[in-house]
Nanobody
Framework: HVQLVESGGGLVQPGESLTLSCAGSGGDSLDGYAVGWFRQAPGKEREGVSCLSSIDSITYSASSVKGRFTMSRGKDKNKVYRQMNNLKAEDTAVYSC??????????????WGQGTQVTVSS
């Protein structure tokens, strides 16, 4: 079982960057899980943005963030980072990380963090 905590959100201007962290704890190493990032903007449904498989180490990203957002695992096997570059106003949302114990990244996403707010505004 793994517990997740996100950090790194905040208020930035369009074009700026942020790095989010997803930290795992609770016994199991996050290194064995696929980790996904989801976001929910006000008035919209939650959407999957990207995920990092633990099987092939490939990141799968939604077209809306491809080329701007990347994911990586830290040297600390219990952390996954999300680098967000060239942020846009439409990226404003609560970002949550989730873990898939199968490692594939296709779900089910049984483990969730509480979310961190990212606001992009001038």
């Amino acid at each position: 079982h793994v517990q997740l905590v996100e950090s790194g959100g905040g208020l930035v201007q369009p074009g700026e960057s942020l790095t989010l962290s997803c930290a795992g704890s609770g016994g199991d190493s996050l290194d064995g899980y696929a980790v996904g990032w989801f976001r929910q903007a006000p008035g919209k449904e939650r959407e999957g943005v990207s995920c990092l498989s633990s099987i092939d180490s490939i990141t799968y990203s939604a077209s809306s963030v491809k080329g701007r957002f990347t994911m990586s695992r830290g040297k600390d096997k219990n952390k996954v980072y999300r680098q967000m570059n060239n942020l846009k106003a439409e990226d404003t949302a609560v970002y949550s990380c989730a873990a898939d114990e199968s490692g594939r990244g296709s779900g089910p996403w049984n483990h969730w963090g509480q979310g961190t707010q990212v606001t992009v505004s001038s």
